[in-house]
């Protein structure tokens, strides 16, 4: 049974962030409510507000300006794996959003959900964290920009205090060269959640890897950049030796970060495996 609770839906950013101030840490905030339902229906959740911020215009848009793309924490994951300037100038992501869950999930769900939420399988996070996006955060105490990768300090938890508001998130624009890539190992097929997954931006020049950015999510406690296996891929030939030697970088990555596990046997060969998958896609991207 789910426990009572006042139900706001407030029409502005300034009346968003003035009832969550209110609340004083007991609202939780609903778009898609596709973790928050689950969670008030188990009990795990028990606020004395919901706030719904579906109704808040600048929430729900997609816009290019000044060389970089801005997305409403409101959008869908089907509107940015069908946004046109999300394809054009950030692929990897709308790629990983039109794998997410089923039709519905993906009609319903929204990118500040899954960032807020902050699931270590959230298959939106790594491609974000590839094109070094920002989460535009504000609250009664002001507004900040904060690169994606600093707002997750754990599991299923952010730097976030309970009364600010993600906004929106934006990125720089990719060059029209720019490959990518996105690729997810699920437990059944597509609706299942994934068990790791991995997010390439890759640029070639004269042969070479000129940049490469990596990002891995399910294999550490948060979506994290794989800096060693950039480091090292950085203006060698893209042949199988030097992806090889990088897949060894994010598998011990890996262990470094999350320590030696059960699981571990087993993720080592998936992650290098999956890393390599996602490579070749880019390179024939």
Known sequence: MIPPFDYKTPNTIEEAIELLWQAGGKAKIIAGGTDLVIGLRNGDLSPQFIVDITRIEDLRKI??????????????????????????????????????????????????????????AADTIPPLMVLNAMGRVVSKE?????????????????????????????????PPETKSSFVRLARRNAMAIARMNVAIILQIGKNRIEDVRIAVGSVTPT?????EAETFLKGKLPDQRSLQKAS???????????????????????????FMRAMRKALEG
């Not at 979506?223 to 800096?227: A, D, E, L, N, T």
């Not at 060894?248 to 999956?274: C, F, N, Q």
Request: glycine residues 8%; positive net charge; charged residues 20%.
């Open 223 to 227: 979506p994290q950049r794989m800096s």
């Open 248 to 274: 060894l970088k994010v598998s011990e990555a890996m262990i470094k970060r999350s320590g030696i596990r059960a699981s571990t046997a087993y993720k080592r060969p998936v992650v290098e495996a999956l």
């Open 63 to 120: 816009e290019e300006k000044n060389g970089m793309v801005s997305i409403g924490a409101a959008i869908t994951h089907s509107e940015i794996a069908s946004s046109s300037l999300v394809k054009k100038y950030g692929k990897v992501l709308s790629d990983a959003a039109s794998e997410i869950g089923s039709p519905q999930i993906r009609n319903m769900g929204t990118i500040g959900g899954n960032i807020i939420n902050a699931s270590p």
């Open 142 to 174: 002001g507004e900040r920009e904060v690169p994606l990768g600093q707002l997750f300090k754990g599991p299923y938890k952010t730097n976030l205090k309970p009364h600010d508001l993600l906004v929106q998130i934006t990125f720089q624009k990719l």
